[in-house]
């Protein structure tokens, strides 16, 4: 029994040590990271998740394991254990850590995005890793590439909708037809924001709060409008008719000024951007032109519309413009027979 002390207590120094490493110092150093805002320390710290317990706990039982009285034959067969468990939990790390940077970059230059990216890094990672891992304890993997290749044959032609979609995923990410945060309209009259693509589908979130899950070969293939291209900003355009009576100069002043104070609420950053008027028809009950101002992304066209129409129909009641309606009139004729 004495033979067996040591390694009892290796292995309770390693638990013991992997319980402090997780509650205190890890957690320690999560916090201070975090009060630093150290670039990239969210995504290092969730990707370690767990794993220093389970690192000290290996090598409290990987210590006790040398230690202990044991035939070699079932230390040997303990240790590749050990190894393989040490090994996976690396290649996750290093599967989370890469897809969590994944993302990190692409939210940094395009906002949002696509999780077929990271999910492909995150795969290809645990694919090379599980490689290693059989490598490592001895089991020859250049037949399991060549099965894997040849079953990949026969899988690709069961799989071609799935295969279909997944390149069209990558054609529309590399060519950057669509980004995630786009916002875009089908020929079938759906629109809404790009929210994601995954390796199958496009998910497009309307703005009633409903999604549109659209695959990405339909997509790829499919006439749209992109309003995030090639920048997000825009011109409203506005149809107003006035009177014949009316300054038309006096109109030209009022109306673009009641633009630039409209852009100044909801565009401030496009404020350089002056906004004017074109007359364009001598209609049956009024002159009508045309608005057009600057807002900075699709969306904002609803907000600078409602703006627009309250603070124009205010300035021109004060300022003695009328927006005529059409009149009808009817005349009865009686007979007098």
Same mark, same amino acid.
């Given at each position: !029994? /004495? ?16 319980? *402090?490493?997780?509650?205190?110092? $890890? ?23 767990? /794993?220093? %317990? ?7 039982? %990987? ?38 940077? #994944? ?8 906002? #949002? ?56 995923? %990558? ?66 355009? /506005? ?23 409209? !852009? ?20 049956? $009950? +009024? ?5 057009? !101002?600057? #807002? +900075?992304?699709? $969306? ?22 009328? *927006?005529? $309606? ?12």
């Amino acid at each position: !029994m /004495m033979e067996w002390i040591l390694p009892l207590v290796l292995i309770c120094v390693g638990f013991l040590s992997g319980v *402090i490493g997780e509650k205190f110092i $890890f957690n320690k150093l999560k916090i201070f990271a975090a009060n630093r805002h150290i670039p990239g320390s969210e995504t290092i710290f969730s990707s370690l998740q767990r /794993m220093p %317990f389970i690192w000290f706990v290996l090598a409290g039982f %990987f210590s006790a394991i040398i230690s202990a009285p044991l035939k070699p034959d079932v230390i040997i067969f303990l240790r590749k254990i050990i190894i393989i468990i040490f090994l996976s939990s690396v290649t996750l790390v290093l599967a989370r850590l890469t897809a969590g940077f #994944v993302k990190l970059y692409t939210y940094r230059t395009e906002i #949002v995005t696509a999780s077929l990216i990271s999910n492909l890094a995150r795969t290809a990672i645990l694919v090379l890793g599980t490689l290693i891992v059989l490598q490592t304890v001895g089991i020859e993997i250049t037949p399991i590439v060549t099965t894997l290749g040849i079953g990949g044959i026969a899988v690709g032609l069961a799989l071609q909708d799935t295969l279909a979609n997944l390149f069209a995923g %990558f054609y529309l990410i590399i060519s950057k037809q669509v980004r995630t945060g786009d916002y875009v309209k089908l020929d079938d009259g759906h629109e809404g924001y790009i929210t994601d693509i995954t390796w199958r589908n496009t998910t497009i979130k309307e703005l009633s709060n409903n999604v549109i899950i659209v695959p990405n070969s339909k997509l790829s293939s499919a006439i749209f409008t992109n309003y995030h291209l090639p920048v997000k900003e825009i011109t409203l355009t /506005m149809n107003v008719g006035v009177s014949y009576d009316s300054d038309l100069e006096e109109v030209e002043r009022v109306t673009v000024e009641v633009a630039k104070e409209v !852009m100044r609420e909801i565009a401030p950053n496009l404020t350089e951007n002056e906004p004017y008027i074109r007359f364009h028809t001598f209609g049956e $009950f +009024s002159i009508d032109f045309t608005l057009y !101002m600057r #807002v +900075s992304e699709y $969306f904002d066209q609803r907000i600078g519309k409602h703006l627009f129409v309250k603070k124009l129909h205010k300035r021109y009641r004060q300022a003695g413009i009328s *927006i005529p $309606f059409p009149i009808r009139e009817v005349y009865v004729q009686e007979n007098n027979s």
